[in-house]
């Protein structure tokens, strides 16, 4: 078995691997984003009134309103205008905090894995016409 043989299996093997986990982790972006939807950015206004603190926001042409916990207030940095997120099929619901990264992590892991699987297949074909 020749060197460029050798090279060409190699790469056949990271390219499948690359390919397969690039594909799952993306299927797991997909069921993430299916399950969870999809969040944009708002601005938010906390409201301090005697019976409790709202936040209140504009989101697909209304405004909407709902009751803070305490813990929710007590992390409420600059209550004139808050950074949120609603929930674009259902914008009622509101988050005062990024969602969670994973979700990009997973999409970037399936990207990079994708592209090592093409650059590995690139070799392989390289491997294959040299050798």
Known sequence: MSAWETIGAIAEVIGWVGLAVGLVCLLLV?????????WLPTD????DEPDG???RWFAEGEFHSRRL???ERHHVANP???PAFYREREPRHLRLHEPPTGRRVLRLLGFVFLALAV???T?????????
């Open 30 to 38: 997909l069921l993430i984003r299916i399950a969870d939807g999809r």
């Open 44 to 47: 938010a206004v906390i409201a």
């Open 53 to 55: 603190s709202f936040v």
């Open 69 to 71: 916990s305490a813990d």
């Open 80 to 82: 004139a205008e808050e």
């Open 119 to 121: 650059v590995a297949g």
């Open 123 to 131: 070799v392989g074909v390289i491997a294959m016409l040299v050798g």
